[in-house]
C-alpha cells in the first residue's frame, strides 16, 4: 500500500533533466552517508520503501516537494541545501 508522500511523489515520476533534481539526488545520498544512515533506515522514518527511494538516488523519479521536505526533516537539514545552488535560500543547517 502507497503512502500518500509516495502517490505525491509517482505523479512527478520519471526521468528528468532538471539540475535541482540532478543535484538532489547525489546530495540525499550524500547526506545519509554522512550520518551513517542506510537506505533502509531512511526510507523506514520518510515512509516509503527502500526501492522508492533507490529511484530518488538514482535520478529516475522526481520526489514531490513535500517527500524532499520530509527526507530533509529527518537529515536534519533544510530542504533548500538537498536541490543546491538552484534555491534562492541559504544553505544552513535546519537549526539555525
Same mark, same amino acid.
Given at each position: 500500500?502507497? #503512502?500518500?508522500?509516495?502517490?505525491?511523489?509517482?505523479?512527478?515520476?520519471? /526521468?528528468?533533466?532538471?539540475?535541482?533534481?540532478?543535484? !538532489?539526488?547525489?546530495?540525499?545520498?550524500?547526506?545519509?552517508?554522512? /550520518?551513517?544512515? #542506510?537506505?533502509?533506515?531512511?526510507?523506514?522514518?520518510?515512509?516509503?520503501?527502500?526501492?522508492? !527511494?533507490?529511484?530518488? +538516488?538514482?535520478?529516475?523519479?522526481?520526489?514531490?516537494?513535500?517527500?524532499? +521536505?520530509?527526507?530533509?526533516?529527518? /537529515?536534519?537539514?533544510?530542504?533548500?541545501?538537498? !536541490?543546491?545552488?538552484? &534555491?534562492?535560500?541559504?544553505? &544552513?543547517?535546519?537549526?539555525?
Amino acid at each position: 500500500m502507497k #503512502t500518500n508522500i509516495q502517490a505525491e511523489s509517482e505523479q512527478g515520476a520519471g /526521468l528528468h533533466k532538471e539540475k535541482p533534481y540532478e543535484y !538532489l539526488q547525489f546530495s540525499i545520498q550524500a547526506h545519509r552517508y554522512s /550520518l551513517d544512515l #542506510t537506505q533502509k533506515s531512511l526510507a523506514k522514518r520518510v515512509q516509503i520503501s527502500v526501492g522508492y !527511494l533507490g529511484l530518488i +538516488e538514482q535520478g529516475r523519479v522526481r520526489p514531490s516537494r513535500r517527500l524532499i +521536505e520530509k527526507i530533509a526533516s529527518v /537529515l536534519e537539514i533544510k530542504s533548500e541545501i538537498l !536541490l543546491g545552488p538552484w &534555491t534562492s535560500s541559504s544553505c &544552513t543547517k535546519k537549526d539555525e
